[in-house]
């Protein structure tokens, strides 16, 4: 699920996102966005705060997708 659909679906906003993973407010509106991929130590924050929902994967450009499935990484 992409950042941006969890938020929604979870009622956050940016600040309270920005609460939870420890960044400010506007580095979370760019890695919502796809302005930004955050480092891995974020990528990791946002996973534990989500439960999981949104991962590593959900953060790749979609073209990438199908070749990193396929090669297992």
Known sequence: MKL???MKMAGLTDQQMAYKIEKNRANV???RSGKQ???LDVIARIRDVTDGAVSFDDFLPAEILPSVRK???
């Open 4 to 6: 941006q659909a969890y």
């Open 29 to 31: 509106a760019r890695y």
């Open 37 to 39: 991929i955050p480092p």
């Open 71 to 73: 090669t297992g990484g």
